[in-house]
């Protein structure tokens, strides 16, 4: 049972419910650009890069355009260096006219720059790695030629009047000083942002935190984030890269993308639903989240995890007695996203040993029966003792409940 009402079966809380208030967002007052964060969705960049995906041209139009109409600020493309098809997909996404501005993604160095250009998009994404690491079994560069190199080709793109942003690959390994430097060059040679990458998804909320406090007292432009997702941290990065002063978060529907991926769009929107309610519910169109992640799903054949923030089909399903009792009294009490803000509704399960009276008297009168408190107390241990055996669906329990109602009624006619 998801979290779409499933044939009206599930009992449903009391409408006048009253939000308790969630403390965590009045530290976030404090800080502006959590509640003015900007979104680069790179399913058509980092996405591709996931080991199911193979995008059409078709497919790619239609994710740009649902990303678009989604809100996202930016959407971002594989390199047109990558391929001939990418080129041409590249082309075509730009002359789409989307809301949102649209991006690629290329190596550092002035022909693939431009290329980028040529192809019409508003922004062109630099990348280098800067790790040892890189510089040493990657491209062989040192910091001195990267930072030269750099300053060249955000020149020339800044010259077509296209946005430019420079990143570091594998940030967390580089030198500190060495990127502050390299970064302090490219913001005073007038670079639109800086980008900080978790390209391993090993760095842990604090690092991230430190990383980027540090950064925004060297540059004075925005600051870009990514975070893969190996370590299970990419979410949280995201949101204390914000609080430590960065502007962008990249996404991807899913979080799919290199290995397993990174900061999926679905649970940065809980996240920040949650942290910077007003922003986001104004910004995005929380309710089109499902139909982007299931078209998605079905692009790159895979399902939507059980446990998926917002989406996983038991999201926003109550089981326990004690907890749907609470839910029926006001959702609140076991819920911190309200399943509406995105176009979907709450569960309560009657079904398993776990359920409360509460709860099935509440579907006993959505059945529109008449049952007392005790009788209702009765159905209820039946329908526990069957769930003792064996699994049992809503339309088992439906049984129960009317084949109870129908002997009550029967012994009354009786007596
Ligand atoms: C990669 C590159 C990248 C780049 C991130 C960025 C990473 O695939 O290795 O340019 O913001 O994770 O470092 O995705
Ligand atoms: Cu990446």
Known sequence: MCGTDEN???PQPA?????????????????????SYKI???????????????FTTENKIKIATMLSDFGVDYIELTSPVSSPQSYEDCKTICSLGLKSKILTHVRCNMEDAKKAVECGVDGVDL??????????????KSMELIQKTAIEVIEYVKSQGVEVRFSSEDSFRSDLVDILTLYKAVDKAGVNRVGVADTVGGA????????????????????????????????ANALTALEGGATHVDTSVLGIGERNGITPLGALMARMV???????KSKYKLSQLKAIEEYVSSVVQVNIPFNNPVTGFCAFTHKAGIHAKAILANPSTYEIIDPAVFGLTRYISITSRITGWNAVKSRVQQLGLDLTDDQVKEVTAKIKQMADIRPLAIDDTDSIIHSYHLGLQAQASSA
């Open 274 to 280: 949650v942290t910077s309610p007003e922003y986001t």
């Open 127 to 140: 990348v280098i790695g800067t790790s040892s690491f890189l510089r040493e079994y990657s491209h062989g």
């Open 8 to 10: 009206g079966t599930a």
């Open 40 to 54: 680069i969705e790179s399913t058509l960049r980092e996405g591709e890069q996931f080991a199911n995906a193979f």
């Open 15 to 35: 409408q006048n419910q009253k939000s308790a208030s969630w403390p965590y967002s009045q530290v976030q007052d404090y800080i502006s650009q959590v509640n």
């Open 204 to 235: 842990t909320p604090r690092m991230v935190y430190d990383l980027v406090r540090t950064l925004r007292g060297v540059v004075g432009c925005d600051i870009e984030t990514h975070f893969h997702d190996d370590t299970g941290c990419a979410v």
